[in-house]
């Protein structure tokens, strides 16, 4: 991992909060300014894949534009590096706007709304060549004063920023330091990756194998709209991981997709993603985690047997030597649709309550 030559970080900062704020007839201009013409762009379902920058007009900024045309974006990390060749820039933060149409079919509030995002841009020669966006729709509709699923056990709300109030790097930070934090969190992953679920050692397993020895006394996991936020590593076990791995139990995820090769090609799972950045490391892949939906529980559904791919991305604050905070963007709509619920459907009636 080496930071990259490549990208300036202020204009591609600037032009992404441009982005957010362009006017329909300026919309245009202002991805041709970001994006190759050809690129692919990722997202949360039900949005998902598309290619060029027309298509990435038509369905993804001209309705959020139209529902939120008073939006601006808030960066709270923003960090960079190169994996394998490939240069990055990666985001969390929050789009802010008034919530004045329709989006998603999701009703408007005509109050603010805050949608959080995870991104990661690969950039080429200037412009963004694939974006990879986890913006949290679930999230959208639990502040539009709906639910479709059982209660989070962790605590929603908004992301916070880090608690360093550092995260915008508008220059690469010390490399050095990256590859360390770098190396801290592929350790973390080696422990999870080697921990036996199969062995049934519950909640005590969790607290006491070698993962205790990378997290902070006092670390923050900042999951998802659907799992909530945990503190501590007893918060983190109950709230999220022995749920999670009860009902996935064996999951393959980043680098051990390697084991699984064939269904590696056929999902072209793995981390895509892998940098360190001063105090901040991210890894994500699309997918990154390959399980079998084996276990009850998680998200209120008994199990089902089938086969899931995870879409998710892990940005880290290393923090007095240790693994201090951790946002975690992953596509809750798309793990569920998997597992036999489609939560989009299922509200449709409600949205259209009364209309």
Request: hydrophobic share 40%.
């Amino acid at each position: 991992m080496t930071h990259p030559k490549s990208i300036d970080r202020r204009r591609l900062l600037a032009g992404l909060r441009a982005l957010a704020e362009a006017t329909p007839e300026r919309l245009t201009a202002r991805l041709t300014d970001l994006y190759a013409p050809d690129a692919q762009w990722r997202g949360s379902h039900p949005i998902n894949e598309m290619q060029g920058i027309d298509a990435i007009a038509d369905q993804v900024w001209q309705p959020l534009l139209r529902s939120f045309p008073d939006l601006e974006r808030r960066d709270a990390i923003f960090v960079g590096g190169s994996f394998e060749g490939r240069d990055y820039i990666a985001a969390v933060g929050h789009y802010c706007g008034t919530f004045r149409q329709d989006w998603l079919t999701i009703p408007a509030t005509g109050a603010p709304i805050y949608i959080r995002y995870g991104e990661v841009h690969q950039v080429e020669n200037g412009r963004i060549v694939q974006s990879s966006c986890l913006w949290d729709v679930l999230d959208v509709i639990r502040q539009a004063g709906f639910w479709p699923i059982a209660p989070s056990l962790g605590t929603e709300g908004m992301w916070p920023g880090p608690l360093t109030a550092d995260g915008v790097a508008l220059d690469p930070l010390d490399a050095t330091q990256g590859a360390a934090s770098l190396a801290q969190t592929l350790a973390m992953h080696g422990t999870l990756g080697a921990y036996n679920d199969q062995a049934r050692q519950g909640r005590d397993g969790l607290l006491t194998m070698p993962q205790k020895e990378h997290w902070h006394p006092k670390m923050m996991w900042y999951g998802p709209s659907g799992i909530g936020t945990t503190r501590g590593l007893q918060g983190f076990v109950d709230y999220h991981q022995l749920p999670f791995r009860t009902a996935f139990p064996g999951r393959k995820g980043g680098g051990q997709w390697d084991e699984i090769a064939e269904l590696k090609a056929q999902h072209k799972g793995g981390h895509y993603i892998r940098i360190g950045d001063g105090p901040y490391s991210v890894t994500g892949g699309w997918p990154s985690v390959f399980a079998m939906h084996a276990g009850g529980g998680f998200l209120g559904v008994g199990p089902t047997n089938r086969p899931v791919t995870m879409r998710v991305m892990d940005f880290y604050l290393h923090h007095e030597g240790l693994i201090r905070e951790n946002w975690v963007p992953l596509d809750i709509l798309d793990l569920l649709l998997q597992m036999g619920v489609d939560v989009m459907d299922r509200m449709q009636p409600i949205f259209r309550r009364g209309r």
